[in-house]
Structure formats: structure tokens, C-alpha cells
């Protein structure tokens, strides 16, 4: 999965791609370095990030949704939003998933939306509300936190008849960074393996900070990460760089033929 952030503050590619031509341009890229799925973010999350509506995502989205479409047709797009009047709109535009960072706690419609559009959805964890999404909390088990939160959302989602699922733990979302590696080395456990996992670790600062470097600058320690969450059982990984990350499924696909 390719991201392609539509915002102007957005704090790894400093909103490069949020015109519809560069955001063609873009798209274009990430297909041909091997991304299946296109998420198009018309909002940052990233802490102290500006606080859209759903029109002025709406607005930002403009045609970008339905000229990816019209020109790559092959590709599966994503809508990361946690608003469901947004989820409408690219209902209507074209997209293929539905891609809520809030698990329906920021917009009380957006379960019965996805259930309309019958999109797979992804779940993602997170802390109850938008102003409390990045806040530092103790868990005393972070998977077994995140096992309960997926369980009692899953439950609901089914009992809406939203079968499509895939779980995303929230890397990078209210959590520290023991309980970040901690969640890496049990990715295996989490969800009990029911639904696809996606896993986000690209660019994330619990990465860089530790390391003293930048975003960019840690895409060697990003795939051995990678590479270890697909051995145990990761499905979908979420990233900026396409290329590199594709190399890793390559070798996770492909043990032999890597040169030692």
C-alpha cells in the first residue's frame, strides 16, 4: 500500500503530492514500483496536525479519486478518513477500502456508512477521540489492549454486516516506543490471525528518534522491520517507499534468491 498524502503538513513529504497532477504523477510512480493499493490521505494525523472538516477533505479530494481511477483502473484505492460524509463521497468517486484511523469512534455514522457501501474496512486502534489519538497511554498488556479493542469492534462490525476486516494496530498512535517493538515482536498474536493485518511503520518516529535521524533516513532499519513482520503473518504494509518495501516482499517471498 502506497501513501499518497494530499496535505500541505503533512510531516514526511511536506504536502509534495496535493495537486491532481503531481497527485497523478505520484500514483504512477508507486504502481510502477509495485504498490497494489493506492491510500489517498486527505488529512494529516500526525501530531499538531490541522484539524479539517469533512467538506474541506471533500474539497481537497476533489476529482484525485476518479482520475486515479480513470487512468489506472487496475489499482485498489484506499480512503484514509474518519469521517463518514468522506466515505460517501469516495463511494461515489471510485475507492475500493476504507481506511479509518479512528475505528468509528471520531464519527458515530461511520460504521452504518461502511455497512451501506459493503467497502472492506480497515480497523485501526486508537484512543478514543481526536484530541486524545496521539496521547502517551500505560498499557499494561499493549497486545492484549489491542486484542480487546479489536474484538469488540470486529463483533460490531460483523453484527453490521461488515465482513471484509483487515486490523491495523495503530503503530505510531498514543503508544510508547517499548510498547511499539513490543507489538513488532507479537505481531503474530494480534487480531488471533481472523483477519488480515496491515501493518504502518513507514516514516514513524519511533524508528527515527531513538536512531537520532530524519524520516527519509531509516529505510534500512524500515525493511528489516518489514521483513520481520511479514514472517510473522503481516499481510498488508503500508509505506512511502514503494520500491524498497516491494524488494523486501520480494526476499520475504523469495528466501533463496537473496545474495548473502
Not at 502506497?2 to 504536502?15: A, K, Q, Y
Not at 489519538?133 to 470486529?154: A, G, P
Not at 488471533?192 to 501493518?199: A, R, S, V
Amino acid at each position: 500500500m502506497g501513501i499518497l498524502n494530499l496535505t500541505p503538513d503533512s510531516f514526511s513529504d511536506g504536502g509534495k503530492f496535493n495537486n491532481e497532477i503531481s497527485a497523478l504523477k505520484h500514483a504512477e510512480k508507486m504502481l510502477a514500483d509495485g504498490a497494489e493499493i493506492i491510500d489517498i490521505g486527505p488529512q494529516s494525523t500526525r501530531p499538531n496536525a490541522e484539524f479539517l472538516s469533512s467538506d474541506e477533505e471533500i474539497k481537497r479530494l476533489g476529482k484525485i479519486i476518479s482520475s486515479i481511477k480513470k487512468e489506472f483502473p487496475e489499482a485498489l484505492i484506499s480512503l484514509d478518513t474518519f469521517y463518514a460524509e468522506t466515505v460517501k463521497f469516495g463511494f461515489n468517486e471510485g475507492i475500493d477500502i476504507v481506511n479509518d484511523i479512528s475505528g468509528g469512534q471520531f464519527d458515530s455514522e461511520m460504521f452504518r456508512t461502511v455497512a451501506e457501501t459493503r467497502l472492506p474496512y480497515i480497523l485501526m486502534h486508537v484512543n478514543p477521540s481526536y484530541e486524545t489519538m496521539h496521547d502517551k497511554i500505560k498499557f499494561q498488556d499493549i497486545t492484549l489492549s489491542v486484542n480487546q479493542y479489536f474484538s469488540e469492534k470486529t463483533a460490531e462490525l460483523l453484527s453490521r454486516g461488515v465482513k471484509d476486516i483487515i486490523l491495523d494496530p495503530g503503530f505510531g498512535f498514543g503508544k510508547t516506543v517499548d510498547d511499539l517493538m513490543k507489538m513488532i515482536d507479537e505481531v503474530q498474536y494480534l487480531g488471533f490471525q481472523k483477519f488480515p493485518l496491515l501493518i504502518g511503520i513507514s516514516r514513524k518516529s519511533f524508528i527515527y528518534k531513538p536512531l537520532g535521524k530524519s524520516p527519509s533516513d531509516i529505510n534500512e532499519e524500515t525493511q528489516k522491520l518489514h521483513l520481520k513482520v511479514l514472517k510473522k503473518d503481516a499481510k498488508i504494509l503500508r509505506v512511502h517507499d514503494v520500491a524498497e518495501a516491494r524488494k523486501t516482499v520480494e526476499i520475504f517471498q523469495n528466501p533463496g534468491k537473496l545474495n548473502h
